[in-house]
């Protein structure tokens, strides 16, 4: 059958609105009627081309719809459900055994790779391979074949175009937070980068009760808007970082997250913490071959981590519904991060994520 799909045929894009055609779904697959998809930065970095990805492609990570068809095997959706779609796992692997899909040992290939496992895609064009299965979803079309590992089942009543970063970004700011660093009441918090992944470990922190949150943001709507979320301070990056977090907590930081990967500010944060300071990177570098130098010293005698975060540690099935319900409980106000677009305005949404008038754009397709 045809779908609608924001198509990528060269790095960094344009996208272009194409009819491509969609494939039934395998055992194991599901085709969804997407409704609503955010733009994730990882989407951005991955069109570049500097991942590997091969053209032509169909990107886009952060899909909800309602199951249309669904393959054979698949018993925990039927058509008609509303979905929610987030990264892919093999489901059989020690790491997915012990319940961490993000750090599966079939991550890349599951979610990266763009392809089946047998090479082969579900999308094509004018008889030729478009690639897809990016994130185990290719959301930026109007149908998508997802796997049963990554999709979700939604309430009736979910609001899907609120829903959609759930998926990605808020689910990897707020997992952070959450899970990866286990947020206690009354701890600290600096959050590094204000996008949307950073208003989820805003949120987040405000849901666990922290007593100092300090946003670090170089715009000042993005600044703003944590103020309003949860954060009790906002640096403008600029800098020394780490002395001004240390005005504001003389003691240190219990916790740094960073969603910025930008290194002249990650290189600073372990003269952020407190004694057991737990540091968490989650901003991609804009390079490959970034590296971070730490001064061992004062690691090693405060006692210090510094750990990697893939998608916050989540476990989707679990935590996807506790954000659900905080969003329905008023904590979690992510539509305060989103703009919406027609699917078609893909390249708008871009540029006003790109010029800071939108922190998520949320495409919808009707
Ligand atoms: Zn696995
Ligand atoms: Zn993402």
């Known amino acids: 059958m045809k779908a609608i799909a924001a198509t990528l045929n060269q790095p960094n894009g344009p996208f272009e609105i194409e009819e491509v055609e969609i494939a039934a779904p395998r055992a194991g697959e599901i085709r969804v009627a997407i409704k609503a998809v955010g733009i994730c930065h990882t989407d951005l970095v991955v069109a570049s081309g500097a991942m590997g990805l091969q053209f032509p492609a169909v990107l886009g990570h952060e899909g ?3 199951v249309e068809e669904i393959g054979e095997g698949v018993a925990s959706v ?3 459900d509303k979905v929610l779609l987030t990264f892919n796992s093999c489901g059989h692997c020690d790491y997915c055994d012990r ?10 290939e599951k979610n990266m790779l763009c392809v089946r496992e047998d090479g082969s895609s579900r999308l094509s064009r004018d008889g030729t391979m478009v690639h897809d299965n990016f994130f185990g979803q290719s959301s930026f079309a109007s149908y998508a074949i997802a796997n049963e590992r990554n999709v979700i089942k ?4 979910a609001d899907l175009a609120v829903l959609a970063p759930l998926g990605c970004g ?8 959450l899970l990866s660093l286990g947020a206690k009441a009354g701890e600290s918090l600096v959050v590094i980068g204000a996008g949307a992944v950073g208003q989820s470990a805003v949120m987040a922190g405000k849901i666990a009760d922290c007593s100092t ?8 709507a993005r600044r703003r808007l944590a103020s309003e979320l949860g954060a009790t301070h906002t640096l403008d990056g600029q800098g020394d970082v780490a002395t001004q977090v240390r005005e504001i907590l003389p003691g240190g930081a219990d916790m740094v997250v960073d969603t910025s990967g930008f290194m002249p500010v990650v290189g600073q944060t ?3 913490i407190a004694n057991r300071g737990r540091i968490g990177l989650v901003g991609l570098p804009g390079s490959l071959d970034a590296a971070l130098s730490v001064p061992m010293i004062p690691l090693l005698t405060l006692g ?7 998608e916050g540690d989540s476990l989707p099935e679990q935590f996807i519904p506790e954000l659900i319900a905080h969003h329905r409980a008023g904590r979690l106000p992510v539509e305060k991060l989103c703009r919406t677009y027609p699917a078609t305005n893909i390249n708008q949404a871009l540029h006003d994520m790109h010029e800071g008038e939108t922190v998520k754009a949320v495409l919808l397709f009707d």
């Open 64 to 66: 909800a719809g309602v």
């Open 99 to 108: 319940n961490e899909p993000a750090y599966c040992a079939h991550f890349m």
């Open 154 to 157: 939604l309430d009736d009543e």
């Open 270 to 272: 372990i003269a952020m």
């Open 78 to 80: 039927r058509p008609g």
């Open 213 to 220: 949150i300090i946003a670090v943001e170089p715009q000042e």
């Open 304 to 310: 210090g981590t510094i750990r990697g975060i893939v």
């Open 170 to 177: 808020v689910q990897t700011g707020a997992g952070a937070v």
